[in-house]
Each structure stands twice: as C-alpha cells, then as structure tokens.
C-alpha cells in the first residue's frame, strides 16, 4: 500500500473512536483515509454468534446517557433494544469463596462475610459500586481531573481503608474478580470515583426498570456501518509501524511495506498499541510515560455450552460470580426468547486472565472448565468448549479498557490528550467526562476540532 496522492488526515485505527473522528472531519470537506490493522472494523466492540445467538465480546451495553452512540446509531437505522432481561444473570448468580458456594439468601447472616452491619445485605460484586456512589466527592463525571480532586488518586486499598473499612472487606468488596487492575493496590480510587459518578449520572437518563441498551443483532452492526458511510473506503489489515512528520506533512509506514501521507494524522489506537509504533519525532514528557506506562485491563471470556441445565440439578443459580479461576460464570440469554439459557459465559478478570493468556485457547477453556466443575460437580461433563477471546493477548488491543494506577492521574492525565506536532490521539483512554463507548466518541470530537483548527 503506498499513497501517491496526498490525503488531508489519515486515521489509524477504525474503532468507534476512529471511525467517529474519520466521519466528523469527512463532513467538513476533508479527504480522510482510514487504516485498520485488523480484517474487521469496531475494535474493541466485535459481535459473535455462537450456537446461532449474538455474544458479544466487547462494547455490550449503551447506557442510557450514551446520546452519541444513541444518535448514531438512529442515524444509521440501529434499532436499540432494552438489556434488562438479558442482564438477568446479575440477580441470579449466587457467590463461591474460597471453595464454598454461598446463595445470595444466605449471604448477610453468612460468618464470612465481613461487611458493616448496615451493609451486610450487599454483595460482594456491588460492594465497591455502591461504597465509590455513597462516597463519592465529585459533583459530576468530570470533576474527577480537578485539581482539588488529586488527593484521591491513591490506592483503591488506602481509600477504602480510609472509609475504616477492614482488609478482610477490602479483599471481598473489591479484590475478587477485579474490573480495573490486579487488586486494591493496583488502581487509583479516583478513577473508580470517577466511573462510580458517570454510572450515577447514566441512571438519571434511564428508566427505573431500565439498565439500558443494546443493539439488535450486534453492537458491531454500529461501527460497521460508520465505516460504510464514509467516502473512502476503510484499507483493513493495514498495521502502521511508524509515523514520521516532515515540515508540512506526516508519513505513515505499514508492516507490508507500503505508506501514506497527510497534512495530519488522527491516533485512535490504544496505549498498547501505540508503544510499538515508532514516532519520530519520539513523545516527550509525562506523554511520553504515560503510553509506556499506562496499564490496560487484562480479560479472557471463555463460552461454554451446557448439555444439559445441570443448575436444575444442585439448586443453585446458573450464574456464579467466584473467586476462582473461572471468575464471573454468567448465564447469556441472547437467543429470542430471554427465559431461555443460550451459553455460559466465564469473565476472567486479572491475574487469572494473564494466566490463561499464557495458555492456547483449547487448555485455557479446558482449565477454566475444570475449575467450575470443581465448584460444583453437577457440571461435571455437562459443558462444551465453543469459544475464547482473549484482550489482554489480542495484539490489536493489548487489554480491555485503560486503567490508571495510584498517582498516575496526576501525572499523566493533563498531558495524555496533547496533539504532537501534526499528531492527534483519541479513544476512551483520553475521555474526560464519559467512559467506554460514549468516552471513545467524545474524544473523537477533540481531535477532529484540533485538525479542523489547522487545516
């Protein structure tokens, strides 16, 4: 792939994030070319089917707040459809600690639960949700980057000890299949103030009975036809390896050889992603650190198929939320009817995710099979290996969603979103007041506005 002719802005990456920033500047005149690594456009959102219902691996819900997503998504005829009853699985798993399955009943008089008096009825995978809203300081999703917020960008152990919580609760309410990095110690509770006050904030846009959206047939069908309505059309398994400015143009070089050029260049890549893409001129500074630095969430969902609803044999619930290998077991009823069990999904969060990551996919679901038959032998025998994604060892990803560690708000969040020369970045890493798909279309808009303002 080399490009004689000069294009106003090319985009790397094709995520919603890309795709957004490539469909905004189009709208202005511009002559934009997208590059995707990937066979496939969405990134970080991909819609699978299995045992003919839709999964999805990636972006799986549309909050009700999402007005981006939402009005895009009525752009391209999209229809929404409610996710509450596919969500059932929340009110029905039952929890398993250190080896013993605990029904939600059982939980607040149960002698292992080391929760407060007025919080024993809260479990355990609620527990760091409802404590980050009931104390939370930040008037609204954005004031998590003000100054006089800083303090809180410390250890989600040291804040939730700061509330005179115990490490037995700490361990319990957070720790055991963590969403944002490895435990308590390994993420900042400023971001989880933050993510606790848009969740907040997301309610207040949805219905009472309402958990909100998905889209019919596969979130994926949204940056599909994002990529379809641009006028050039989006150049797949394109992966850049360098980008290379000049005094009035930037070259980008992919791994078979070919290039392009362009007045500006649009980043939609993650922090993973990024820090094997050689820059010249190099990133300086707390930039600089922040893409080597900043950590990405590792997880592995494992599918599985149930012969039979071998749950209807030992009494408890399909779902089970664990503090072992398999993680969270989630039943999925993605089928039409949502009384009907499709598959069980495992979300392998963290540490188990990384070891599963060193694992092909056939052990890895093999091992995580074992694991939930060790939990409760009813399932002995009785589930079938259909599928495994990895984001932690997809190369195209290098992990989930960005996290960031104690302190490293402070230091790298003010200079994370700067253009670099004819260099701009966006995706959900760099939102400052959304989070997930919302935040990847937010920051599409900075960076179009910042080309628009030079060209």
């Given at each position: 792939?080399?490009?004689?002719?000069?294009?106003?802005?090319?985009?790397?990456?094709?995520g919603l994030a890309g795709l957004n920033a490539a469909l905004l500047l189009e709208e202005q005149g511009l002559n934009v070319l997208v590059l995707e690594a990937q066979q496939r456009v969405g990134g970080r959102i991909h819609s699978m089917r299995h045992l003919g219902s839709n999964t999805e691996a990636g972006g799986t819900y549309i909050g009700a707040g999402y007005e981006r997503i939402m009005r895009t998504a009525q752009r391209f005829g999209i229809r929404l459809i409610d996710v509450t009853p596919l969500l059932e699985f929340f009110r029905e798993q039952d929890l398993v600690l250190d080896g013993e399955i605990i029904r939600q009943a059982e939980w607040p008089a149960h002698p292992a639960n080391p929760f407060p008096a007025d919080d024993r009825h809260l479990m355990p995978w609620n527990y760091h949700r409802v404590l980050t809203m009931r104390e939370n300081p930040l008037a609204s999703p954005a004031d998590w980057l003000d100054a006089k917020h800083a303090g809180f960008d410390v250890s989600m152990h040291a804040w939730?000890?700061?509330q005179g919580l115990s490490d037995s609760v700490v361990r319990i309410g957070y720790e055991l299949n963590p969403s944002f990095g490895a435990d308590a110690?390994?993420?900042?509770?400023?971001?989880?103030?933050?993510?606790?006050?848009?969740?907040?904030?997301?309610?207040g846009h949805a219905a009472a009975d309402s958990l909100g959206f998905t889209a019919e047939h596969g979130v994926d069908r949204i940056p599909t036809a994002m990529a379809a309505a641009l006028r050039t059309e989006v150049?797949?398994?394109?992966?850049?390896?360098?980008i290379t400015q000049a005094r009035d143009s930037v070259?980008?070089?992919?791994?078979?050889?070919?290039?392009?050029s362009a007045k500006r260049v649009v980043c939609a890549v993650?922090?993973?992603?990024?820090?094997?893409?050689?820059?010249?001129p190099p990133l300086v500074g707390s930039q600089s650190e922040a893409v080597a630095h900043l950590p990405a969430q590792p997880i592995t969902q494992v599918y599985l198929a149930p012969r039979r609803p071998f749950w209807e044999d030992d009494g408890y619930a399909p779902s089970l939320y664990t503090d072992a290998l398999p993680g969270m077991v989630a039943?999925?009823?993605?089928?039409?009817d949502p009384d009907t069990i499709t598959h069980l999904t495992a979300w392998v969060m963290g540490k188990h995710a990384l070891a599963l990551d060193a694992l092909d996919a056939s052990e890895a679901g093999r091992r995580v099979i074992t694991a939930i038959e060790e939990l409760r032998p009813a399932a002995r025998g009785q589930l079938e290996l259909i599928g495994l994604h990895s984001w932690g060892a997809d190369a195209c990803a290098a992990g989930a969603w960005a996290y960031f560690r104690p302190g490293q708000i402070r230091r790298f969040a003010a200079a994370m979103p700067a253009p670099h020369g004819r260099v701009h970045f966006c995706g959900e890493h760099l939102a400052s007041a959304s989070r997930g798909m919302e935040g990847a279309m937010e920051t599409a808009e900075r960076a179009a506005r910042e080309v628009l303002g030079h060209i």
């Open positions: 792939m080399t490009s004689r002719g000069r294009h106003d802005v090319v985009v790397i990456g094709a939730m000890r700061a110690h390994d993420v900042s509770a400023l971001l989880l103030l933050f993510r606790a006050a848009f969740s907040k904030a997301q309610r150049m797949l398994d394109r992966r850049v390896v360098a070259r980008v070089a992919c791994a078979d050889g070919g290039s392009v993650p922090y993973g992603v990024l820090r094997h893409i050689v820059l010249d039943a999925v009823r993605s089928g039409a």
